[in-house]
């Protein structure tokens, strides 16, 4: 069974930088086309950013996070990471790693595997 532990969420003020990882188990990130979602309270969820199967797959950004945002997998430590910097108020939300078997993973699919999700509070 796949499993995803994220951590690295926190508070920070507008500006700031945090770097997100989730861990994987029972299947490896380059068989597995993975991504980041957010949702704030109230609103949907959303998709940060995804990166198609393999190390170094297809990798699709949100408008509002181009620039600010970096997906990427580290094959040793089996993880999927997102480096986050600049950081706006508008970041907060829960942030989820998820991933999925098949071989792409846009930003409005839906992912097989979630993981229980890391709270980002961005502060003005």
């Known amino acids: 069974q796949v499993q995803l532990v994220e951590s690295g969420g926190g508070s920070v003020e507008a500006g700031g930088s945090l770097r997100l990882s989730c861990v994987v188990s029972?299947?490896?990130?380059?068989?597995?086309?993975m991504g980041w979602f957010r949702q704030a309270p109230g609103k949907e969820r959303e998709g940060v950013a995804t990166t198609a199967i393999g190390e170094y797959g297809l990798t699709y950004y949100a408008d509002s996070v181009k620039g600010r945002f970096t997906i990427s997998k580290d094959r040793t430590k089996n993880t999927l990471s997102l480096e986050m910097n600049k950081l706006e108020p508008e970041d907060t939300a829960m942030y989820y790693c998820?991933?999925?078997?098949?071989?792409?993973?846009?930003?409005?699919?839906?992912?097989?595997?979630w993981g229980q999700g890391t709270k980002v509070t961005v502060s003005s």
């Open positions: 998820a991933a999925d078997p098949g071989w792409r993973l846009t930003l409005e699919n839906e992912p097989k595997y």
């Open positions: 029972g299947n490896t990130v380059t068989s597995l086309s």
